[in-house]
């Protein structure tokens, strides 16, 4: 609840010299603000970035059902949460523009295995 959302507080750092304390919602000054979603990991090919992918249903009045949409949110990975892979369920949470298509950052490791 430190950074003003209830998800847990991972570990310090293991090499405090050289974490990166700018853009960590945990033990630096990024702060969180907006809204929170959830989604799954479906890249990892870009350092300290995932791109999370999120469905949803959209109500159609002219045919009155629903309809699949998806989009996809490019959010940085703090590195106290490093060891995201794809397939990972993760919570983001909306924050300060952190570069020109960078506006999330995770905050939890929904997966079993974190």
Request: with cysteine.
């Amino acid at each position: 609840m430190a950074i003003g959302i209830d998800v847990p507080t991972p570990p310090e750092p293991d090499n405090p010299e050289d974490y990166d304390y700018e853009k960590c919602p945990f033990y630096g000054q990024l702060s969180v603000r907006g809204q929170t979603r959830e989604g799954t990991v479906v890249s990892t090919d870009m350092a300290k970035t995932v791109i999370v992918e999120r469905e949803y249903d959209v109500f159609v009045p002219k045919y009155d059902r629903y309809m699949k949409r998806r989009s996809r949110i490019p959010a940085h990975v703090p590195g106290v949460l490093d060891s995201l892979e794809v397939g990972d369920e993760v919570t983001i949470a909306e924050t300060r523009p952190l570069s020109k298509t960078k506006s999330h950052v995770v905050v939890e490791n929904l997966s079993g295995d974190q």
